[in-house]
């Protein structure tokens, strides 16, 4: 059995997640390719540099102005030598892997985060709240990759760079632009600390209060969908089911009750810190360590023993 990893590039470098998904596609097959969306050298090197990678396909044209169309079209050329293609569960995964499955007609396999064997996988459903174990047994495996719940390999291999064709022509669909969002804070998916504030903050100074504990901690922000909607702070903080999935080393919830679609995203957290004034928040549920106190006031408690 032979894996196909569909491994996407982001200003000119490999996506974190890579080597997670290169982990998860392992536990399924005895050999993995990669197929790199994107020419920048640093993301080829980084693509050939994981450990258990045979060979790493390249496409030619730049990783960040794929369509899905096209995509669809260059994966499904190659799926007939692989048992497994397997997509991150990002928004470019989310698009393709259900084109890709419905082109090869097999049942397509979403937000995988456990691989059983080469034919059996565990996956979250009503929002995390239960886990199903599926048997799939389409002659190719299509599937879609929850990163977070994998360790990544490591960066020690040397696998053979090939460079492929051009993509084909997706009819008459082209990209006129793109653009990125740009910050100095870590990103949210792959940070290390990330703290997180909800409606307990009180109002948008409270937020504010937040991001300078982040600052502190060199933490990623994140938020609610609540914070988000009221327009605090960008669609791009909010943390899950509807937002982000991550999977810090430390999640700092602070005014955050702890709803299940919120819970759904940080299921996968090591430790996670909560500090609510209400004593019955869920959040307490699923926290390693509570604080039972105004958010704010804890936020200015913690700058206090940082300082």
């Known amino acids: 059995m032979r894996a196909l990893v569909i491994a996407e590039v982001s200003a000119g470098r490999l996506k974190a997640s890579v080597p997670s998904l290169v982990s998860a596609a392992q536990k399924a097959a005895k050999a993995v390719d990669l197929f790199l969306l994107g020419q920048a050298q640093e993301a080829v090197d980084e693509a050939a540099s994981l450990d258990g990678v045979g060979t790493v396909f390249v496409n030619p044209e730049d990783g960040e102005n794929i369509l899905s169309e096209s995509l669809t079209k260059a994966v499904a050329v190659k799926a007939s030598n692989y048992s497994h293609i397997f997509f991150e569960s990002s928004s470019m995964g989310k698009s393709v892997m259900p084109r890709v499955a419905a082109s090869l007609d097999v049942a397509p396999l979403s937000d995988v985060i456990a691989v059983v064997d080469a034919e059996t996988f565990v996956r979250p459903i009503f929002a995390g709240s239960i886990e199903v174990t599926v048997r799939n047994e389409e002659p190719i495996k299509v599937a879609s990759i929850r990163a977070t719940a994998f360790d990544p390999v490591s960066k020690s291999g040397n696998a053979q760079v090939v460079l492929c064709d051009p993509m084909p022509e997706a009819m008459k669909t082209r990209k006129v632009s793109f653009e990125a969002v740009k910050t100095d804070r870590p990103a949210l998916q792959t940070a290390r600390i990330v703290v997180a504030g909800g409606r307990g903050l009180g109002d948008e100074a409270g937020f504010q209060k937040l991001i300078q504990l982040a600052d502190k901690l060199k933490a990623a922000v994140g938020a609610t969908r609540a914070i988000v909607d009221l327009g605090w702070c960008p669609n791009d903080w909010q943390v899950g089911q509807t937002g982000k999935i991550i999977a810090p080393d430390l999640y700092i919830a602070v005014g955050i009750s702890g709803a299940m ?15 609510n004034s209400d004593p019955e928040a869920p959040i307490f549920e699923v926290a390693d360590y509570g604080l039972v106190m105004d958010a704010q006031e804890g936020i200015d408690a913690l700058m206090k023993e940082l300082s």
């Open 261 to 275: 679609q919120h819970i759904a995203g940080i299921k996968d957290a090591k430790v996670v810190v909560a500090i």
